[in-house]
């Protein structure tokens, strides 16, 4: 999806003058960079911070809490000491994920001007990028005496990432000939999003009663953020209007946090947690540009 702010513009006046070879036959040019482009990438999304999970401190009044990072039902004797001294059989969530890569496809446009190896201009660009998913599971069963044991099952899935993303930079590099060398950096804004779910199913005896409960945990969120993008990358001239490139760009919009509420089966209080991550990372492409 190219942003579509420039448009072309006639080359070959006396400004350029300098850009032909000193001493070359008549009619001989040199490889220019001057004037508009347009063009089409693709490549990796990596480097992302993944997300923090926070379940906070137990809440004794509630009748689902989190001890250990394990969410636990209370049961309707109320046996949370016994349930609390059982919890190093129990899995405990995890406390954070890992981002994994994902790919990213995207358009750009600039203008690009040259002052005889220095070549200076804008670009803007714009990239659909995908988010990243983890997950985790867990099963367990534990057992205190005849009067109180149970077993559970517990999911918790945390996605999210930067969805789209816009950059407008200046850029500025040298030239070879064939190649061009550039650094750039500018102004970064994109649609973040980030949710979190998770259940928790358990069976258990508390004080001779046998009891089952669900629990189900929801949270998400979604804005557009703003920020900030720095890179560098490389041009080579395949022919003289058409280039190869490939660049990596940082870009950082902040942070996006989320509270996931739960509901229970059998109407009792639920603990909340919350899940934060930075919408920060690095991109990866490769693409071509072709000079108007």
């Known amino acids: 999806m190219a942003i579509g702010i420039f448009r072309a513009t006639a080359l070959g006046s006396a400004a ?18 001057a004037g508009f482009y347009i063009g089409v990438t693709a490549g990796a999304l990596g480097g992302q911070d993944g997300a923090v999970l926070d379940y906070g ?23 949370l000491d016994e349930l609390a001294s059982a919890i190093g059989a129990l899995n405990p969530w995890p406390t954070g994920f890992d981002s994994s890569p994902a790919l990213g496809f995207g358009a750009h ?21 995908g988010g990243s998913s983890s997950s985790f599971h867990a099963e367990d069963s534990f057992f205190i005496d005849p009067d109180n044991n149970g077993s ?23 030239t070879t000939g064939r190649s061009l060398f550039y650094a750039t950096g500018g102004l970064a804004f994109g649609k973040a999003s980030l949710s979190t779910t998770a259940s928790l199913s358990e069976a258990y005896v508390d004080a001779g009663k046998s009891t089952s409960a669900t629990t189900s945990w ?14 560098a990358g490389a ?29 229970n089966s059998n109407s009792l209080d639920v603990q909340s947690y919350r899940a934060e991550m930075d919408m920060s990372g690095v991109v990866a492409r490769i693409g071509f540009s072709y000079r108007l």
Do not use: C
């Open 152 to 174: 559970r099952i517990s999911d918790l899935t945390v996605s999210g990432g930067v969805e789209s993303l816009f950059t407008l930079r200046p850029r500025v590099g040298f």
């Open 235 to 263: 041009e080579i001239k395949t022919t003289d209007r058409l280039t190869l490139r490939a660049e990596a760009l940082y870009y950082d919009l902040g942070s996006l946090g989320v509270t996931a509420l739960g509901t």
């Open 218 to 231: 929801e949270g998400s969120a979604s804005d557009w953020r703003s920020g900030f993008t720095i890179g």
């Open 57 to 79: 401190t137990p809440q004794p009044g509630s009748g689902v809490l989190f001890l250990g990072n394990a969410p636990q039902t209370a049961g309707t004797g109320g046996a």
């Open 16 to 33: 350029f003058g300098s850009l032909w070879t000193v001493g070359s036959p008549a009619g001989a040019q040199t490889l220019e960079w």
């Open 109 to 129: 446009a600039g203008y690009n001007h040259q002052v005889g190896s220095i070549v200076f201009g804008i670009e803007a660009d714009a990239s659909m990028l």
